[in-house]
């Protein structure tokens, strides 16, 4: 039922959208088919812009990938064109592009720019500010070294994380549900867990055998306090009326926590998991400039000890991506587990 | 139907238990003040019987159904459940509270599985869980979530998730309060042809005069809080009623005057 009302509701959007461009396109009096595919011809011309740009000057330095790296803007520059032209039969990829070709027009012209200030007339001052190509060098040339310090960090935070949220679910549920484990553990959530984590890194350096899981610890810390804070909230503001219902049902204790307590606090769960996630980030890349030598945030270190600042940003931008992608799993998962929350809340 | 005759095979003799309420007294503090809900009742139910509780508003109605639940033990008295003193919930005296409390992470067919679940017999048990869902005619929306239903269905579906577990008693806290009055009216007569057929025990807390008379073969009157026992009124008319029918419109203006409400009638 609810399918069916989405669906027509998106074609009663869709078409007002087409009726809106109609009417916006009449006193212009040019094809609409200009307008739609109008950001996706400048987002083309804005990436030849780019190739252009970076064959047209001489290169102020001696960067090995500056042709390369003019093919290939040549040739997102011709994909744009060629998906948007074709865009009827290319169907749900040519509407995607469509959809992003204000970005990719920006995208292009930041580009242009960044080449142009860097590589061509050193707008910027050149070591610390490196152009495209040399970024795209590190990823050539540098590549096993960066792959290696990413699965190396990779490693290092899932092993902390995936620890820190068992403990801090495992925490937070029991505190919620008893009350003598909360007598005992909530003045030491209290004492403890405002304090950053990174504050204990002197003390656990020398009190793990190695440092690798001295910043396992710590990413478990990192990670489990939120979760324990939140999943404890979540717990105790279950309603009591679910807890009366199961009971005259015959629901036992267990069941009350397993299929009660817990189904009802998990909106809450994956706030702290959100949360966690953030500081135990920090706590990652600090913990490998500082005692792991191994990871992107060594990689980091030790980029700019050799003054590599291409390195660095090349770094930067890996760690961006992997980031952004472990939130984007958290809130896939997130979506698949609460799809009941789906118009009750929003968030 | 699918359900009551699947039950009857499955449990012979299930149908309604007595109930005995003894000198029921119980209280609640609230800021160190002792607010007594209820003072010494007393009454018996035959088992099939259908009674309704009647009272003003914040008489403690609804305690004396948790107490009937089992949710809270009373302070002093005793509810015995054929003969069987209550001291705790049990699945054969099932609660339909004034909200669905449907949990929202459940489906409708897991929503009405849980009593089933909760005792560890859903495996073998399954076609109780259709069998409930159809009986309450919603069998396409057995995969629907709770915000996907109205409040009806919604109530439709608390009521068959209490029915799959073969109540002997069904306690009925104002199940239907806040459905408009045609589904009310709907409903009412669903549940009263539910009761004849099947011949649970069922205790209903309602504020509808008219409900209570229409449903009931037994209306006990409340007073003003601490609840006492007012009246205990039997409405001696055969089933299926008719709303028109004019024995129960003056046992209604009957009820309203012990209730101090015949002015306005």
């Known amino acids: 039922m609810s399918t069916y009302s989405e669906t027509s509701r998106a074609a009663v959007l869709a078409q007002t959208a087409e009726e809106g461009a109609a009417l916006e396109a009449r006193p212009l009096s040019l094809p609409s088919s200009f307008l739609v595919n109008g950001p996706a011809v400048f987002a083309s011309l804005a990436w030849a812009g780019f190739g252009l740009s970076c064959l047209w000057w001489e290169d102020l330095g001696d960067w090995s990938r500056t042709h390369e790296l003019a093919i290939t803007a040549f040739v997102v520059a011709v994909g744009i064109l060629a998906t948007t032209l074709g865009g009827s039969r290319l169907g749900r990829f040519a509407a995607g592009l469509r959809a992003r070709a204000p970005w990719l027009l920006a995208l292009g012209l930041f580009l242009t720019l960044w080449e142009v200030a860097t590589a061509k007339f050193a707008w910027l001052p050149l070591p610390f500010f490196p152009p495209p190509q040399a970024i795209v060098e590190v990823y050539t040339d540098d590549l096993p070294k960066l792959l290696a310090s990413a699965f190396a960090s990779v490693k290092l935070q899932l092993v902390g994380y995936a620890i820190g949220a068992a403990a801090g679910f495992i925490t937070g549920v029991s505190i919620g549900w008893s009350r003598s484990v909360g007598y005992w553990v909530h003045p030491i959530l209290r004492f403890i867990g405002p304090l950053p984590a990174t504050a204990w890194l002197p003390i656990a350096f020398f009190c793990f055998p190695s440092s690798w899981s001295a910043s396992t610890f710590l990413i478990a810390l990192a990670t489990a306090f939120p979760v324990t804070v939140l999943t404890w909230s979540g717990v105790a503001s279950v309603s009591s009326a679910y807890y009366d219902v199961a009971r005259t049902l015959g629901a036992k204790p267990s069941f009350l926590v397993l299929k009660v307590a817990i189904p009802a606090a998990l909106p809450h769960v994956f706030v702290g998991l959100f949360m966690g996630l953030g500081s135990s980030f920090a706590v990652l890349v600090v913990a490998e400039m500082i005692g792991v030598k191994a990871g992107l945030g060594w990689y980091l270190q030790w980029a700019q000890g050799w003054a590599a600042y291409a390195n660095m940003y090349a770094a930067l931008i890996v760690m961006s991506l992997l980031c952004s992608g472990a939130i984007t799993l958290l809130f896939r998962t997130r979506d698949r587990l609460l799809v009941w929350q789906k118009g009750v809340v929003k968030w | ?265």
């Open chain 2, 1 to 265: 139907m699918v359900a009551l005759a699947i039950a009857e095979r499955d449990r012979p003799g299930a149908a309604g238990a007595s109930l005995d309420v003894k000198g029921v007294s119980h209280a609640f503090d609230i800021d160190g003040a002792v607010l007594p809900v209820l003072e010494d009742v007393s009454f018996k139910i035959a088992p099939g019987e259908f009674v309704a509780l009647l009272g003003p508003s914040g008489c403690g109605k609804s305690t004396l159904l948790r107490l009937v639940a089992g949710l809270e033990a009373p302070r002093s008295g005793s509810l015995r459940e054929d003969g069987d003193v209550i001291t705790g919930p049990f699945p054969s005296r099932v609660v339909v509270f004034q909200d669905p409390t449907l949990f929202p992470w459940r489906t409708v067919w897991h929503n009405v599985a849980l009593g089933l679940e909760a005792q560890g017999i859903l495996k073998s048990q399954r076609h109780r869980v259709d069998a409930a869902i159809d009986l309450v005619g919603l069998s396409a929306f057995r995969n629907a979530y709770p915000h996907q239903l109205s409040g009806g269905m919604a109530q439709r579906v608390a009521l068959a998730r209490a029915l799959v577990n073969d109540p002997r008693i069904l306690v009925l806290d104002e199940p239907l309060g806040k459905l408009d009055s045609l589904t009310r009216i709907t409903m009412q007569a669903e549940i009263s042809a539910l009761w004849q057929r099947s011949g649970f025990t069922t205790l209903l807390v309602t504020h509808d005069v008219e409900e209570a008379v229409f449903l009931a073969n037994r209306v006990i009157v409340f007073s003003e809080r601490p609840a006492r026992i007012k009246a205990d009124i039997a409405v001696d008319r055969p089933f299926p009623r008719h709303r028109g029918d004019p024995a129960l419109a003056e046992l209604r203006r009957h009820i309203l005057g012990l209730l101090g409400l015949d002015a306005t009638w």
